[in-house]
């Protein structure tokens, strides 16, 4: 059966969709576990007919082929039938993250220009407060229990259940590989975040390439505290397990405390996680539940894990394949790692994956030796397994395809051996717990501030693998803001997830002749004797 078994089977130039795979998952075991939040279980087929019923519904509300659908919603089965919903109408699923608020949200769902939006009913407010400023959205629709008090928005607001539908009727129509499925938002460096717009191949070609360097088979469970809203989640987490017949536990969010608790309970066999909160566990007191579970983790997918942390996984915790050693990027899916089992050198990403071909080259793209750094660029060797472009940005896509070659706009390098090394990041953004953070939305964000005159957000290394985030401004003549006053007003303003640890006031900034704000000067200086510390005060923030 296509897109079934050993990964190692499939053929080159094989095209899938997730609706297809679901399709043949549910003719072949209609009553096995798919899905599991908690102890709630949901079989293929229970989740093939939620689905379908709510496609219907939303067909009626006039979701149409190619017409984009934003949803804001946690971890939970909804997210996951909207998202099948949305794609067996050949529509395109707009998964956003679910700590966007102000400015931040509303670029996202302007840019989208979706019509319906879907969101948990704690998040209402935050698009109500910016829907007068979204003309082409027309309806929202909310999961759970409304909100205490008046909501006013610019649009028609109605709950979610209203909607679920009971037509089981099968839907004919089918996408295409080839067709739009998805946006996913990346951070912009130079402007806001754009839209990576990816076919139904592209997911499940990205889920075919982890299980080639995780393999799975019907028998495993799968547990991840990965967001819905993130392409691991769904393809790594989702799409792999259907491709195999095999379950995923899909936790609310990561604990380590809860993490093997939650192993226990679902029966884990394979761990779905960022390198960070490999760390965090491996570094973290035993427990009885921990002790239990020694061996049960066979394989655990994520990056970056640093070779001690590897090693703590083998030992301490019994498992036999640990990290991912691969590289990739929302644009090109997974283009370095290797097949599971196979040797990594120590601090490599793997070797170029079959399906792409990847050079490292200097500023005028002439490719350059093995062992000297210089931009990655990429360049797919199949059909539909590469970005389609920047949703509604094609001069921003033709930038970044100079030469008939993605440019990652990050710096990496070959050895003689062919092992790829990721070396830093060239582009402009910041990278903190596995969250990508554009740093030209958190300087129009903090340049809102009535206190502030010119305002830079920057990356300064951390000691715990990733980066912190900056806030290095310029106060307005004859104001005066207390560090720690800016930061308790950003809470309200920007993700929890990007709230900079660190905030300095200057009177100048270090700039080049035309003018821009050198932030790699930045960088380099750090936590300066003047630079105030978040991880020095009390002040406590909760992920909302």
């Given at each position: 059966?296509?897109?079934?078994?050993?990964?190692?089977?499939?053929?080159?130039?094989?095209?899938?969709?997730?609706?297809?795979?679901?399709?043949?998952?549910?003719?072949?075991?209609?009553?096995?576990?798919?899905?599991?939040?908690?102890?709630?279980l949901y079989t293929y087929a229970d989740v093939?007919?939620?689905?379908?019923?709510?496609?219907?519904?939303?067909?009626?509300?006039?979701?149409?082929?190619?017409?984009?659908?934003?949803?804001?919603?946690?971890?939970?089965?909804?997210?996951?039938?909207?998202?099948?919903?949305?794609?067996?109408?050949?529509?395109?699923?707009?998964?956003?993250?679910?700590?966007?608020?102000?400015?931040?949200?509303?670029?996202?769902?302007?840019?989208?220009?979706?019509?319906?939006?879907?969101?948990?009913?704690?998040?209402?407010?935050?698009?109500?407060?910016?829907?007068?400023?979204?003309?082409?959205?027309?309806?929202?629709?909310?999961?759970?229990?409304?909100?205490?008090?008046?909501?006013?928005?610019?649009?028609?607001?109605?709950?979610?259940?209203?909607?679920?539908?009971?037509?089981?009727?099968?839907?004919?129509?089918?996408?295409?590989?080839?067709?739009?499925?998805?946006?996913?938002?990346?951070?912009?460096?130079?402007?806001?975040?754009?839209?990576?717009?990816?076919?139904?191949?592209?997911?499940?070609?990205?889920?075919?390439?982890?299980?080639?360097?995780?393999?799975?088979?019907?028998?495993?469970?799968?547990?991840?505290?990965?967001?819905?809203?993130?392409?691991?989640?769904?393809?790594?987490?989702?799409?792999?397990?259907?491709?195999?017949?095999?379950?995923?536990?899909?936790?609310?969010?990561?604990?380590?405390?809860?993490?093997?608790?939650?192993?226990?309970?679902?029966?884990?066999?394979?761990?779905?996680?960022?390198?960070?909160?490999?760390?965090?566990?491996?570094?973290?007191?035993?427990?009885?539940?921990?002790?239990?579970?020694?061996?049960?983790?066979?394989?655990?997918?994520?990056?970056?894990?640093?070779?001690?942390?590897?090693?703590?996984?083998?030992?301490?915790?019994?498992?036999?394949?640990?990290?991912?050693?691969?590289?990739?990027?929302?644009?090109?899916?997974?283009?370095?790692?290797?097949?599971?089992?196979?040797?990594?050198?120590?601090?490599?990403?793997?070797?170029?994956?079959?399906?792409?071909?990847?050079?490292?080259?200097?500023?005028?793209?002439?490719?350059?030796?093995?062992?000297?750094?210089?931009?990655?660029?990429?360049?797919?060797?199949?059909?539909?397994?590469?970005?389609?472009?920047?949703?509604?940005?094609?001069?921003?896509?033709?930038?970044?395809?100079?030469?008939?070659?993605?440019?990652?706009?990050?710096?990496?390098?070959?050895?003689?051996?062919?092992?790829?090394?990721?070396?830093?990041?060239?582009?402009?953004?910041?990278?903190?717990?596995?969250?990508?953070?554009?740093?030209?939305?958190?300087?129009?964000?903090?340049?809102?501030?009535?206190?502030?005159?010119?305002?830079?957000?920057?990356?300064?290394?951390?000691?715990?693998?990733?980066?912190?985030?900056?806030?290095?401004?310029i106060l307005r003549e004859g104001v005066t803001?207390?560090?720690?006053?800016?930061?308790?007003?950003?809470?309200?303003?920007?993700?929890?997830?990007?709230?900079?640890?660190?905030?300095?006031?200057?009177?100048?900034?270090?700039?080049?002749?035309?003018?821009?704000?050198?932030?790699?000067?930045?960088?380099?200086?750090?936590?300066?004797?003047?630079?105030?510390?978040?991880?020095?005060?009390?002040?406590?923030?909760?992920?909302?």
């Amino acid at each position: 059966m296509a897109g079934m078994g050993n990964p190692e089977t499939w053929t080159i130039g094989e095209r899938d969709t997730v609706i297809a795979a679901l399709d043949r998952a549910v003719a072949s075991h209609p009553d096995r576990i798919l899905l599991d939040f908690a102890g709630d279980l949901y079989t293929y087929a229970d989740v093939d007919r939620l689905s379908t019923r709510l496609a219907h519904s939303l067909e009626a509300l006039g979701v149409r082929p190619g017409a984009t659908v934003l949803t804001m919603l946690g971890n939970n089965i909804d997210a996951v039938v909207c998202w099948l919903a949305v794609n067996k109408l050949r529509a395109v699923s707009v998964p956003v993250n679910t700590a966007l608020r102000g400015e931040f949200l509303r670029h996202q769902i302007a840019d989208a220009g979706a019509a319906l939006v879907i969101c948990e009913a704690d998040f209402l407010p935050r698009i109500a407060a910016v829907s007068a400023e979204l003309p082409e959205m027309k309806r929202v629709l909310y999961r759970g229990e409304a909100p205490v008090g008046t909501v006013r928005c610019a649009v028609p607001v109605a709950p979610l259940d209203e909607f679920r539908g009971h037509d089981d009727t099968p839907i004919l129509t089918k996408p295409d590989p080839a067709d739009l499925a998805c946006l996913v938002y990346t951070s912009g460096t130079t402007g806001p975040s754009k839209g990576c717009m990816l076919s139904y191949n592209f997911m499940c070609n990205l889920a075919r390439l982890q299980l080639r360097a995780g393999p799975a088979t019907a028998d495993d469970v799968t547990i991840t505290p990965l967001p819905l809203f993130h392409m691991n989640a769904l393809c790594v987490g989702i799409i792999s397990n259907i491709m195999v017949g095999a379950r995923v536990a899909i936790v609310e969010r990561f604990s380590v405390s809860n993490f093997w608790p939650e192993v226990e309970r679902s029966g884990a066999t394979i761990a779905s996680i960022l390198g960070s909160m490999g760390g965090l566990l491996a570094q973290a007191p035993d427990s009885d539940a921990m002790r239990r579970c020694f061996g049960q983790i066979h394989t655990v997918r994520g990056n970056p894990f640093t070779e001690p942390t590897k090693a703590i996984w083998r030992e301490r915790f019994g498992a036999r394949q640990v990290g991912g050693n691969g590289y990739g990027l929302t644009e090109a899916c997974v283009v370095t790692s290797l097949p599971g089992g196979e040797y990594a050198a120590p601090g490599s990403s793997g070797k170029r994956v079959p399906d792409f071909d990847v050079r490292i080259v200097d500023e005028m793209d002439r490719e350059l030796p093995a062992n000297t750094p210089g931009e990655v660029v990429v360049r797919p060797l199949r059909p539909d397994i590469m970005f389609q472009g920047y949703w509604r940005r094609p001069e921003d896509t033709l930038k970044v395809m100079r030469n008939m070659w993605f440019h990652t706009g990050d710096i990496g390098k070959f050895d003689d051996e062919g092992f790829f090394y990721f070396v830093d990041r060239k582009k402009d953004y910041l990278r903190r717990r596995g969250e990508n953070i554009s740093s030209f939305e958190m300087e129009s964000a903090f340049a809102k501030h009535p206190a502030i005159l010119e305002v830079a957000v920057h990356a300064v290394p951390s000691d715990k693998g990733e980066d912190d985030v900056k806030v290095t401004a310029i106060l307005r003549e004859g104001v005066t803001l207390k560090a720690e006053d800016l930061f308790l007003w950003a809470t309200d303003v920007v993700p929890y997830y990007a709230l900079p640890r660190y905030i300095e006031f200057r009177t100048s900034m270090p700039k080049n002749p035309q003018g821009r704000v050198l932030k790699y000067q930045l960088r380099d200086e750090g936590r300066t004797p003047d630079t105030w510390d978040w991880e020095e005060t009390d002040i406590k923030v909760a992920k909302r």
